[in-house]
């Protein structure tokens, strides 16, 4: 049996990953500790198999049987010994052909969604759910299982149907028939904070791919750290399901570059090669080969011909991925869109429409299904029912092994544990530098660093890197080296000039530990518009990703307006669960990184100067934490003339023109509004207390886009900033010209007050 130590773990790891979900935690049931040993599997080495582009022929499968054989390539060759243990064909036919109608009926209900993808896929989600991966339906946290990814999130409803026939609490067969309804749990994507057992948010193409090497850098990252010869604590694969429209986006392309350059073996990934986009057939816009690319990516590539009903070929494809441990797999699986479907197989209209009810009876005659809608067959029910028990004994023995590995390696097992839980270490937060007025004047991109270099030596899950600016954006952590192919145990992530990948993958290293895994990514402010996308996702799906942006205005100067960004600071702002955090000088950026990694469910955004910027007095790491906060005021009863207020490298410029006002005899007082989104989540009494409503003599100023600030400075206020783009030139003829002084700050105050 496993010790009261190990069963604590994976408690603690059940209850915080069902605190994450909260909309959820009363359909979870706590994971039962049996002991049991799994059967283990074995693999065997077979030659490395090649794969020519796809001709130009159409498949004819809308009626069930093989697919068509393409000339010039070599299929997976079937093997006698399957990767797990396969029930008969006629079981798996029938399981199969159950997912296809759970999908197909919950669409049909919804009267929305897409069946194609699911009625296509099934013959892979069955085999990677009954017969390969690892997991627990009982505790779909449980930290050593297999991930999955559906990265064509569109897919979904094959996902839900693999979920409710494996036994996860999370969908019930009244979740299926509300696919797609207001409160459900089986939205129309994934969503990993709506439904446990979805591990990441995919809907986005290729954000699912780039999610998913995050998670398998994330296991080779912890596996160099904490196995050893004796105990390989670490031990699990991610696989991912990937259509042609991921093949399309550049993101899928940057991600599988550094998956094929850091050789992630236990990445495997399922080409869905269907040749069918929105449009129709794919030759009208992709025509390249797939195989070479990935080939030339450093990937081992596997060609499955009959995706339809060649379940052999799938499970030796696995078994040839698996033995392969140096590179990531791609095993293109060849299937028709809709399989089964008699007038609707292999065309656009089954993408993204419900079969209508003439056609799915058409399929139902055609697959021999003679089935109530959402109805799932006895003798399949009992063939899955199988997983639970199985999952939690799997878990059982897991943590076992977990307690022998505590009792030998105490230091490792106290780190992993900290990162399987979340658990941030006891005091922390004082490793962050504090900084006086005295201290140098520094840029904050700098003091970032010293930030960052203090994080690391205090937690353990802390790592992350830039997309090949790591020298300017002053991210590299000094302790530690390059996370490579055969350095994975190294915390500096170098992820080329690749911000769209990057940000999604440190999305999947965030979410394979929620809390105890704390990426960051760094680049130029500006060039977040090449990664929106996945700074988006990472909102939404709740990833605790530091995104830590330099060269944040137009004080980079001469590389001029290409490199400056204006707009990028209120279009955060408005963008939902997301900390914009534009810090003024050393005590604000540390305060800026405590509120980082304080929030694991929400990703921040640090704003950072190039040029140097004094250290404030009155700044605070504890005032960060408030959002907005009073740093100077000579003003008394709560009723200054005049309120100037600041964010990052303009607080200065605020302060400077209160020095001014204040000679003159005027009350003024100075805000730092460092974070918007904070300031929003303070009480009332603390706001009025900063901004008074009586004071509407108020005055911003900020390096951007004046967008928005009118809700902090109300209609008679005044808001100093930029509404068109910069230009190229030195940082203080271009903060003169654009009327960004403390001249200019000193003649608003006096205009309002």
């Not at 070599?74 to 296809?100: C, H, W």
């Not at 439904?195 to 912890?222: F, M, R, S």
């Not at 810090?583 to 469910?601: M, Q």
């Given at each position: 049996m496993a010790s009261s130590t190990s069963l604590t773990l994976s408690q603690a790891l059940l209850a915080r990953a069902t605190s994450l979900h909260q909309s959820s935690t009363d359909r979870v049931s706590l994971a039962t500790f049996t002991g049991l040993k799994s059967s283990s599997t074995t693999t065997t080495t077979t030659p490395l198999l090649?794969?020519?582009?796809?001709?130009?022929?159409?498949?004819?499968?809308?009626?069930?049987?093989?697919?068509?054989?393409?000339?010039?390539?070599?299929?997976?060759?079937?093997?006698?010994?399957?990767?797990?243990?396969?029930?008969?064909?006629?079981?798996?036919?029938?399981?199969?052909?159950?997912?296809?109608?759970?999908?197909?009926?919950?669409?049909?209900?919804?009267?929305?969604?897409?069946?194609?993808?699911?009625?296509?896929?099934?013959?892979?989600?069955?085999?990677?759910?009954?017969?390969?991966?690892?997991y627990n339906p009982k505790n779909p946290y449980w930290f050593n299982r297999d991930r999955f990814v559906l990265s064509a999130g569109?897919?979904?409803?094959?996902?839900?149907?693999?979920?409710?026939?494996?036994?996860?609490?999370?969908?019930?067969?009244?979740?299926?028939?509300?696919?797609?309804?207001?409160?459900?749990?089986?939205?129309?994507?994934?969503?990993?904070?709506?439904?446990?057992?979805?591990?990441?948010?995919?809907?986005?193409?290729?954000?699912?791919?780039?999610?998913?090497?995050?998670?398998?850098?994330?296991?080779?990252?912890?596996?160099?750290?904490?196995?050893?010869?004796?105990?390989?604590?670490?031990?699990?694969?991610?696989y991912v399901i990937l259509g042609d429209g991921c093949q399309m986006e550049g993101i899928s392309n940057e991600a599988c570059s550094l998956a094929g350059h850091w050789g992630l073996g236990k990445l495997i990934a399922f080409y869905d090669d269907n040749h069918i986009s929105i449009d129709g057939d794919t030759e009208i816009a992709f025509t390249e080969s797939v195989d070479k690319r990935f080939e030339g990516l450093g990937w081992h590539v596997i060609w499955v011909k009959n995706g339809n009903t060649g379940y052999d070929e799938i499970r030796a494809a696995i078994k040839e991925a698996k033995a392969v441990t140096d590179k990531p797999t791609l095993i293109k699986v060849t299937t028709t869109i809709g399989f089964g479907s008699p007038n609707k197989a292999n065309s656009y209209s089954v993408h993204g429409s419900a079969l209508g009810a003439k056609e799915v009876d058409a399929t139902r005659k055609n697959l021999g299904w003679p089935f109530e809608p959402f109805h799932v067959p006895e003798d399949v029910k009992k063939h899955w029912s199988r997983h639970a028990p199985k999952g939690s004994a799997l878990e059982a023995e897991w943590n076992a092994k977990f307690a022998e590995y505590e009792k030998k390696y105490k230091e490792e097992a106290a780190e992993l544990k900290s990162i399987i839980t979340g658990e941030l270490p006891v005091g922390w937060e004082k490793a962050l530098p504090t900084y006086t007025p005295e201290s140098p004047a520094d840029a904050t991109r700098n003091l970032s660093q010293q930030c960052l270099n203090a994080l690391a030596k205090v937690l353990p899950g802390f790592l992350g890197g830039s997309a090949d600016l790591a020298s300017s954006n002053m991210t590299l952590l000094k302790m530690f080296g390059d996370f490579q192919k055969d350095t994975p145990e190294e915390r500096n992530v170098r992820f080329g000039v690749r911000e769209h990948g990057m940000g999604a993958i440190c999305n999947g290293i965030a979410l394979h530990s929620p809390g105890g895994l704390i990426p960051y990514c760094a680049t130029f402010f500006v060039f977040t518009d090449y990664m929106r996308a996945a700074i988006r996702i990472s909102a939404l799906s709740e990833a605790g990703?530091?995104?830590?942006?330099?060269?944040?205005?137009?004080?980079?100067?001469?590389?001029?307006?290409?490199?400056?960004?204006?707009?990028?600071?209120?279009?955060?702002?408005?963008?939902?669960?997301?900390?914009?955090?534009?810090?003024?000088?050393?005590?604000?950026?540390?305060?800026?990184?405590?509120?980082?990694?304080?929030?694991?469910?929400?990703?921040?955004?640090?704003?950072?100067s190039r040029q140097k910027l004094k250290q404030l007095p009155g700044t605070s790491i504890e005032g960060v934490e408030?959002?907005?906060?009073?740093?100077?005021?000579?003003?008394?009863?709560?009723?200054?003339?005049?309120?100037?207020?600041?964010?990052?490298?303009?607080?200065?410029?605020?302060?400077?023109?209160?020095?001014?006002?204040?000679?003159?005899?005027?009350?003024?007082?100075?805000?730092?509004?460092?974070?918007?989104?904070?300031?929003?989540?303070?009480?009332d009494a603390y706001k009025e207390s900063v901004l008074p409503a009586a004071v509407s003599a108020r005055v911003s100023i900020e390096a951007g886009s004046t967008f928005g600030w009118e809700k902090i400075i109300g209609s008679k206020g005044k808001a100093i900033g930029i509404d068109r783009f910069g230009a190229s030139a030195p940082a203080g003829r271009i903060y003169k010209e654009y009327g960004l002084t403390a001249e200019a700050v000193i003649a608003a105050a006096k205009e309002l007050s």
């Open positions: 090649s794969s020519s582009r796809r001709a130009a022929n159409r498949r004819c499968a809308a009626l069930p049987g093989p697919a068509r054989t393409r000339p010039g390539a070599v299929k997976a060759v079937s093997v006698e010994t399957a990767v797990g243990q396969a029930a008969d064909t006629a079981l798996v036919e029938k399981s199969i052909n159950t997912i296809r109608f759970l999908a197909i009926d919950a669409v049909e209900k919804a009267n929305s969604g897409h069946p194609g993808l699911p009625m296509g896929c099934a013959p892979m989600g069955h085999v990677l759910y009954d017969e390969v991966m690892r569109h897919g979904c409803m094959l996902q839900y149907a693999l979920l409710h026939l494996a036994g996860y609490d999370s969908v019930q067969e009244e979740d299926l028939k509300s696919f797609r309804q207001w409160g459900s749990r089986t939205p129309g994507h994934p969503e990993n904070f709506e439904t446990p057992g979805v591990e990441v948010t995919t809907g986005p193409l290729g954000q699912g791919i780039a999610n998913a090497v995050g998670l398998a850098l994330a296991e080779k990252h912890l596996a160099a750290r904490y196995n050893k010869p004796d105990n390989e604590i670490v031990d699990h694969y991610t990703v530091i995104y830590v942006m330099t060269h944040d205005s137009i004080g980079l100067g001469e590389d001029g307006p290409t490199h400056q960004p204006i707009e990028h600071i209120a279009s955060f702002r408005a963008m939902p669960n997301i900390l914009m955090l534009r810090p003024a000088d050393g005590n604000e950026t540390a305060g800026a990184y405590k509120v980082a990694v304080l929030n694991r469910k929400r990703p921040s955004i640090l704003a950072l408030k959002g907005g906060y009073i740093i100077s005021d000579n003003s008394s009863g709560n009723k200054p003339d005049v309120i100037l207020i600041g964010t990052g490298s303009e607080l200065e410029i605020a302060a400077q023109a209160a020095e001014e006002l204040r000679k003159e005899g005027k009350a003024v007082r100075v805000v730092s509004f460092i974070s918007w989104e904070l300031f929003d989540e303070q009480s």
